[in-house]
């Protein structure tokens, strides 16, 4: 049906071969770019499962919103930020080696250059600048979900987060008690039993 759509248009020259290689050209750039920002989103996403839920400002899944076009100008901006702020606290949580803001500066850098890009003459450097700052922020964030793929977990049981490490605490803090009132019940025995001995001694 395309090829019967297509060769009226042929004949009549309104569709030459020059508006197909466009057409092709265009196509090609789109499912470029579209697969491109897949692997990108898909490298936040993987960095945000790698943080413990108690420590995530923001779900996995929610990255994929950036797909939508034109939400995704401010929604962006809101996954730059809470990206960083998970890989912190997981960071903290860790024990291990916090290094600046975790690409937060960068990625807010590389968005306000891309929509300054619109601006005509100098638009197209700043388009340029932008795309070195993704790159950058793409690499820092794949260098971070690494750092804590190989990292052991944030406590020595095994779990992660805050929570955890005050139940262990506290459960600590009880059996210790518990193990105080053993000893001294075990004490006060000892010496009950001392007492009556020297007693009967005397009698």
Partial sequence: MLLAQANPLLAQGEFGPEQGIVLVIMFGIIAVGLTVMIFYLMTLSTALSRCSPGNRTMEPGL????????????????T??????????????????????????LGITYNVLNLLGIIPYIGILLNLAGLI???????????????????????????????????????????????????????????????????????
Avoid: H
């Fill in 63 to 78: 990255v994929w919103l950036n797909l939508i076009p034109c939400f995704n100008f401010i929604w962006i901006f809101f």
């Fill in 80 to 105: 730059v930020v809470r990206v960083s702020e998970s890989l912190r606290r997981e960071f903290r949580d860790r024990g291990m080696r916090e290094e600046g803001d975790f690409g937060q500066t």
């Fill in 133 to 203: 700052c993704w790159i950058i922020y793409w690499v820092k964030i794949a260098g971070y979900s690494s750092q804590l793929k190989d990292a052991p977990p944030a406590d020595r049981y095994g779990g992660y987060g805050r929570d955890r490490d005050d139940y262990d605490r506290d459960d600590y803090g009880r059996d210790r008690d518990r193990d105080r009132d053993r000893d001294d019940y075990g004490r006060d025995r000892d010496d009950y039993g001392r007492g009556r001995r020297d007693d009967d001694r005397d009698t």
